[in-house]
């Protein structure tokens, strides 16, 4: 730890407030000086260590930056009364039914002593060889080591923090990171973030679930092993996504999905539709999630164990027109009527006349039904023209979806493994599907009005 006089003259003034330093004559440390030296007699059974005698400052090795490094800045972060991490662009309590149910909060005795200080900011700059704070803009004592000193800390801090298992080798681990990492941290004490924009947020998950974010791990935050596997069971290596406006931008595995624009009334679509596909999620949850990221703006990128290289973020779309051929376009046509979730009517022809033809006709799915509802929908219309899908909910539209034929096919893909035990899932009619029907669906006019009873 090092200081000079404008820094001590601030920890004199917070001395006060901090019990550990209370009764300190802080005034020797910069005039006279003092130290001691605590000899501790070995253990049974373990010989007596040669210790050298300090003998004057250390002098520690030069470190260097990490060839890769990327600055980090985090100026949108904030600490409540309460503890509670916050930022301006996510809503963290929202998300945590998405993180295994973990609140992000600091630790009370870390909290009580940020609270002692009545402080508003606290910045932290990390350099290859030490750890600069400042409190309110005023510099406190710094924090200076090396490589070798990092790794002569690491075993002590078990025995002395009362740290064991992953979350001691966690912090074991980031005390290795800290030579490479250049990072400027300025979090905000009253609970009220500053306000700054979100950076790129990259994701990767470890074997066990654990979450790195832009480099650093996440203590205590792990992603649900349920939620994992429904992502490697839908052949997701990685995702991205661009949020900006009313529009939302993905890649899975680096293939461009349809492009999504909302109104709010859309968000109610997406939430139901992202909750049927993503069973086990809550959909408060998502649609919170959804719902912050669609106000801020968001890029993020998520990458599975095992996911080589960068993940990039989506860019605007550029959109195949569809290609006929000679063919006109393909023309669908259907108007329906349902009630309390049950299809009563298809084409004019009843429930009963079409069962009598030996057709059954289904109930909608759940979470199709809980749209509709949500809505308050008397009706709802599915109309397309060329590379766009609209859907309109009492004649007004909530969203559309711009789509070429490959982002259709990525799409496709996406949804296929959760289409066990529906009547999609036939082969045959997959096969007609992949070859037919997408390829053909970009340039198709479809028209289907659905009444709502």
Do not use: H
């Not at 009580?112 to 510099?139: F, H, Q, R, V, Y």
């Not at 023209?385 to 004649?395: F, Y």
Request: proline share 8%; no cysteine.
């Amino acid at each position: 730890m090092s200081w000079d006089k404008d820094s001590l003259a601030n920890v004199k003034m917070l001395a006060g407030a901090v019990p550990a330093l209370a009764g300190l004559d802080l005034g020797q440390l910069t005039s006279v000086g003092s130290g001691f030296t605590l000899n501790i007699e070995p253990a049974a059974g373990k010989a007596k260590l040669n210790i050298p005698k300090w003998t004057g400052e250390t002098t520690f090795a030069t470190e260097q930056p990490a060839a890769d490094a990327k600055p980090l800045v985090l100026d949108f972060l904030a600490i409540d009364d309460s503890g509670k991490i916050a930022t301006s662009g996510l809503d963290l309590d929202a998300l945590a039914p998405l993180l295994g149910g973990a609140a992000l909060a600091v630790p009370p005795d870390l909290l009580a002593t940020l609270k002692s200080l009545g402080a508003e900011d606290l910045s932290i700059k990390t350099t290859p060889n030490g750890i600069t704070l400042s409190l309110d803009g005023k510099p406190l004592p710094s924090l200076s080591y090396d490589s070798a000193a990092l790794a002569a800390l690491s075993p002590l801090l078990g025995p002395l923090s009362g740290m064991a298992g992953d979350q001691l080798a966690m912090v074991q681990d980031q005390l290795t990171k800290l030579p490479g990492l250049d990072a400027t941290i300025d979090v905000n004490l009253t609970g009220q973030p500053k306000g700054g924009e979100l950076p790129q947020l990259d994701v990767k998950l470890t074997d066990t679930g654990g979450v790195n974010l832009l480099g650093l791990d996440i203590p205590g935050v792990t992603l649900p092993a349920d939620t994992i596997k429904q992502l490697e069971d839908a052949g997701i290596q990685n995702l991205a996504l661009n949020v900006k406006g009313d529009s939302i931008l993905a890649n899975i595995n680096g293939q461009a999905l349809p492009k999504i624009n909302l109104s709010p009334e859309g968000m109610k679509v997406l939430v139901g539709l992202a909750s049927g596909a993503a069973a086990g999620l809550p959909a408060g949850a998502i649609e919170a999630a959804l719902g912050s990221i669609k106000g801020d703006g968001l890029k993020l990128t998520l990458a599975l164990p095992g996911t080589p290289g960068e993940v990039a973020t989506p860019t605007e779309p550029t959109l195949t027109p569809p290609d006929l051929g000679d063919l006109s376009a393909p023309t669908f046509k259907l108007e329906a009527v349902v009630k309390d979730g049950q299809i009563t009517s298809v084409g004019g022809l009843s429930a009963d006349q079409l069962k009598a033809l030996g057709v059954e006709l289904p109930a909608l799915p759940p979470n199709i039904n809980d749209i509709l509802k949500s809505l308050n929908a008397s009706s709802l219309d599915i109309v397309t023209e060329a590379n766009v899908l609209k859907i309109l909910v009492n004649g007004a539209e909530a969203m559309n979806m711009q789509y070429d034929a490959a982002s259709l096919a990525a799409l496709w893909n996406l949804a296929k493994p959760n289409l066990a035990g529906s009547p999609v899932a036939d082969p045959a009619l997959q096969k007609l599907i992949e070859e037919q029907i997408l390829p053909l669906l970009p340039g198709s006019n479809i028209a289907v009005k659905i009444t709502v009873e």
